[in-house]
């Protein structure tokens, strides 16, 4: 094993014995070299050696053969020729010692204090990054003696070693890497939505930009309004439009409702028309309000059929099966007024000859478009609902308020994402 701070300014001799020059940095490549990921640890593939009188360092190929273990690198064979720089190697004293890079594991940012490098087979490869106090103190010199003072007072040093394959790199200008997303793309909203909250908007953005639509929306669920709208700043009206109704559609009009009126305006005119209708009824209502905190998304069946009919319908309905609220069944008339609820586990029990009308609650318990969050959550709580229908006066059902859209309203910012939404 060998770390990349005791590696750099040591000096370099050739097969000969003869100094060539110091060492300033070690050249790897992931993989092969052609976005094969099949090896986890890159493999060091050059050495750039600093010569007297000369600016640029000159690039040694790495034989695998020499030993970085001892306190010189002594070339074991002679070079034929300087290295060719593919421009796919990362230089790791330049490119990742003291930058961040994301811990995958532990869904955060980690600054990169020294690499270390282990021998596999005849080749040198980077095993782990550390992260912790113990890599300062090695650049720094005063490992073995802090070791020292440590050991008088019985206390260990701790070391925060990362495996190099546990962690992404951050897009920056001056970072010569692409991002590598595989990890992202395996990982829950809400780790990303982590990760994205420590590295800000505009770089969140350039991380999550080449995942799947669903999963950018499913993130920035889990994300505070402000957070969203900068982010989706980012995007083009059409990419922010395909992000946006993959969205619940309660979630989509805040979002809405947070940018730029000509801004929201330019991403719903490039939204499906479906998807459009469903946010633009949601759009006028203030936020603070039933109708601004209601979903679109819930369940319903008509009067007068049977419990079997009523979950044949449900099961043929593809629009069902993405419901935000699945817990209760709403019975509405031909006109969409609110006649009764039953809860889907009244109907998996009933017997499928039995009417919805002989299970349904008559009475359903509801807020009205403009009643206030507080009468909502008021509500939610007196009778221990999961979710509260919305209507206007005529009492036509408008949408459903979740207990968890509710409750969030009055929980402080750094508690709304982590309350869990327990109707998915």
């Known amino acids: 094993m060998a770390f990349l701070s005791e590696l750099l300014a040591r000096e370099v001799r050739d097969h000969k014995s003869i100094p060539i020059g110091k060492l300033r940095d070690v050249l790897i490549v992931m993989g092969n070299g052609n976005g094969d990921k099949s090896e986890p640890y890159p493999r060091v593939v ?6 007297r009188g000369v600016a640029e360092p000159v690039l040694i190929p790495w034989e695998g053969t020499e030993d970085l273990a001892g306190n010189k690198i002594i070339l074991q064979k002679p070079a034929q020729a300087a ?3 593919q421009g796919n190697e990362i230089w790791l004293s330049r490119d990742v010692m003291d930058k961040q890079l994301i811990d995958t594991n532990d869904h955060r940012l980690v600054r990169v204090n020294d690499l270390e490098l282990g021998k596999i087979g005849t080749d040198y490869r980077l095993i782990n990054i550390d992260i912790g106090g113990r890599g300062l103190l090695r650049r720094l010199g005063l490992e073995d003696f802090a070791e020292s003072v440590a050991d008088r007072v ?3 040093i701790p070391s925060h070693m990362v495996a190099w394959n546990d962690l992404d790199f951050l897009p920056s200008g001056n970072l010569r890497v692409q991002v590598a997303r595989e990890h992202l793309k395996e990982l829950h909203p809400a780790d990303i939505a982590e990760i994205l909250e ?3 908007p505009r770089v969140g953005a350039e991380l999550i930009r080449q995942l799947d639509d669903e999963k950018v929306a499913d993130t920035l669920e889990e994300l505070e309004p402000e957070f969203q709208v900068q982010m989706l700043e980012t995007f083009t009206d059409e990419r922010a439009a395909e992000i946006v109704q993959e969205m619940e559609p309660d979630e989509a009009a ?10 929201a305006a330019d991403i719903v005119q490039h939204m499906e028309p479906e998807e459009m209708a469903e946010v633009q009824q949601l759009l006028p209502h203030g936020e603070d309000t039933a109708g601004g905190l209601m979903t679109t998304n819930y369940l319903t069946v008509p009067p007068g059929i049977t419990c079997g009919e009523a979950i044949a319908q449900l099961r043929a309905n593809p629009e069902a099966r993405d419901a935000e609220v699945t817990y209760y069944v709403y019975v509405t008339d031909a006109d969409s007024r609110l006649q009764g609820v039953f809860s889907l586990s009244d109907l998996i029990f009933a017997e499928p000859g039995v009417g919805v009308d002989a299970i349904m609650h ?3 318990k509801r807020v009205y478009l403009k009643s206030p969050h507080e009468q909502v959550l008021e509500k939610i709580a007196r009778y221990n609902l999961l979710a509260v229908p919305v209507v206007d006066a005529r009492g036509i059902l408008h949408g459903v308020v979740t207990a968890d859209d509710a409750l969030e309203k009055i929980l402080p910012a750094d508690l ?3 309350l869990p939404r327990i109707f998915r």
């Open 46 to 51: 050059a050495l750039a050696v600093d010569q």
């Open 83 to 85: 290295y060719p720089a």
């Open 154 to 156: 019985r206390w260990n």
């Open 198 to 200: 420590d590295v800000g």
């Open 254 to 263: 805040h979002l809405l409702n947070k940018m730029e009126p000509e801004r």
């Open 362 to 364: 008559k009475r359903p």
């Open 416 to 418: 709304k994402v982590k």
